[in-house]
């Protein structure tokens, strides 16, 4: 009976990844950033002078917010949550994922509009929550992108 209790154990613990919460300053900071992010068009990859500078200006407001919340997370004057940076790193690939959506070309667009859309509402999901708990398959679907 032991053996199987263990096993069990064993079991649910690799496949459910532990649950790891978030600061209120990163779900706030997580939302904010989706917002921007959804704010690059298709129209600005397209290519042309005005959307090269579309691209630019979304680059710099995106670089904004990410130095803000890299300097929130290097801050050793304040304990982070240990969801903080796993689920930084996931809004990054959120970031990822949608640049590549708007400048794949309309064979690959498919592939990134799944990785897009799969990274995105789990980023959300987690700002809603308030704990990661794994990419979401993000990681997987950027994968299968990249890889078309």
């Known amino acids: 009976m032991a053996v199987v209790l263990i096993r069990s154990a064993f079991t649910n613990s690799a496949t459910k990844p532990v649950s790891k919460p978030v600061s209120r300053y ?3 900071m997580g939302i904010l950033y989706l917002e921007t992010v959804e704010q690059l068009t298709p129209d600005c990859g397209q290519k042309s002078t005005h959307d090269d500078d579309c691209m630019s200006r979304w680059e710099s407001t995106m670089e904004s917010i990410e130095d803000r919340a890299d300097i929130a997370l290097s801050d050793k004057s304040r304990q982070r949550s240990s969801g903080d940076a796993p689920y930084w790193d996931l809004l990054k690939n959120v970031k990822y994922a949608r640049k590549f959506y708007v400048i794949a ?5 498919k592939a990134w509009s ?3 859309i799969t990274c995105q509402a789990h980023a959300h999901a987690i700002a809603l ?3 990661f708990d794994g990419d979401g398959g993000c990681g997987t679907a950027i ?3 990249t890889h078309q």
């Open 143 to 145: 994968d299968a992108a």
């Open 114 to 116: 799944h990785a897009y």
């Open 26 to 28: 990163m779900r706030d």
């Open 129 to 131: 929550v308030g704990d």
């Open 105 to 109: 070309d309309p064979e690959q667009r």
